[in-house]
């Protein structure tokens, strides 16, 4: 929807602060929050702005960028550890909002991975955080977007399963990583 503000927040502080600043939008906002609890990632202090990412992870031999949020960004997270044990460093964004995007943080942040992007989201692949991301970067030369999302009808059960069976766990972000650095 046009005008419409969409929050994305990856812990507890930030959903906080999506709500506040939810409160105080003019026009539609939506707060997409996840089921199972995420660790917290923020401190209380931490400053949140609608449109305007998070770069929680980041080194000068980054590789990859990867854009999560929610239960995502806690297992993008989780595969970070498990990449830089082996020598692997990626960047990690988490977005806040997803409307509006902060496209310059994805355009510049993608460039200093070498244009390799990968997007993780407890979504379908249409309308969530690969297709703006897709959209962020579609004006620029060589650059790769996978997307990591769920592509069958959602079931219930332990999010840790779900998470696997629909390939969005950390073991399915680092095996994205090593066929993306491939490329």
Do not use: W
């Not at 003019?26 to 917290?40: D, K, L, Q």
């Not at 988490?94 to 460039?111: E, G, S, Y």
């Amino acid at each position: 929807l046009p005008g419409c503000t969409v929050f994305y927040p990856s812990d507890a502080v930030s959903t906080e602060r999506a709500v506040e600043l939810a409160a105080n939008t003019r026009g539609i906002c939506f707060v997409r929050v996840s089921r199972p609890a995420t660790p917290i990632i923020y401190n209380n202090q931490e400053e949140f702005t609608i449109g305007k990412a998070k770069i929680v992870r980041k080194s000068d031999s980054d590789q990859v960028l990867v854009v999560a949020a929610g239960i995502t960004l806690a297992e993008t997270m989780k595969a970070a550890d498990m990449l830089a044990a082996k020598g692997i460093n990626i960047r990690v964004m988490d977005p806040f909002t997803i409307k509006p995007l902060d496209i310059t943080a994805v355009q510049d942040n993608a460039a200093a991975c070498g244009g390799r992007v990968i997007t993780v989201e407890d979504h379908y692949p249409e309308g969530g955080i690969g297709d703006a991301v897709l959209d962020a970067v579609s004006s620029y030369r060589n650059m790769i977007v996978r997307k990591l999302a769920v592509n069958a009808v959602p079931r219930s059960g332990p999010p840790a399963e779900l998470l696997e069976m629909f390939g969005i766990s950390a073991n399915n972000i680092v095996k994205a990583v090593n066929d993306v650095i491939k490329l």
